[in-house]
């Protein structure tokens, strides 16, 4: 099993920036990609951003390409969400979650049901 468990969420103002942290722990050589999903109060839960196991291959969703950066540290086990400009549409709980395969493209990564494991979430609330 592989244990996820996210930090760094907080109140901010409109055009700030925070970054979150997952770090996994457990069984961590058997994850591959990792990914961050957000859900909004009254809303499903939705892709953010995703990156491949070594780190090469980084995949966003439109509404926050060019303002969220998703990095890993395989030697640390920690997977990071830099969020810059945050709007208040970014308010939302956000999960970290880990894949036990490959996810080689695009549509996958964004796929929340390939995602094996997730944590339990962190709350960023950004006010206008």
């Known amino acids: 099993q592989v244990q996820l468990v996210e930090s760094g969420g907080g109140l901010v103002q409109a055009g700030a920036s925070l970054r979150l942290s997952c770090a996994a722990s457990?069984?961590?050589?058997?994850?591959?990609?990792m990914g961050w999903f957000r859900q909004a109060p009254g809303k499903e839960r939705e892709f953010a951003a995703a990156?491949?196991?070594?780190?090469?291959?980084?995949y966003y969703a439109d509404s926050v390409k060019g303002r969220f950066t998703i990095s890993r540290d395989n030697a640390k086990n920690t997977v990071y969400l830099q969020m810059s400009s945050l709007k208040p549409e970014d308010t939302a709980v956000y999960y970290c979650?880990?894949?036990?395969?490959?996810?080689?493209?695009?549509?996958?990564?964004?796929?929340?049901?390939?995602?094996?494991?997730w944590g339990q979430g962190t709350q960023v609330t950004v006010s206008s």
């Open positions: 457990g069984r961590t050589f058997s994850i591959y990609a």
């Open positions: 990156i491949s196991r070594s780190g090469g291959r980084t």
């Open positions: 979650a880990a894949a036990r395969n490959p996810l080689l493209t695009a549509q996958a990564m964004g796929d929340l049901l390939r995602y094996d494991y």
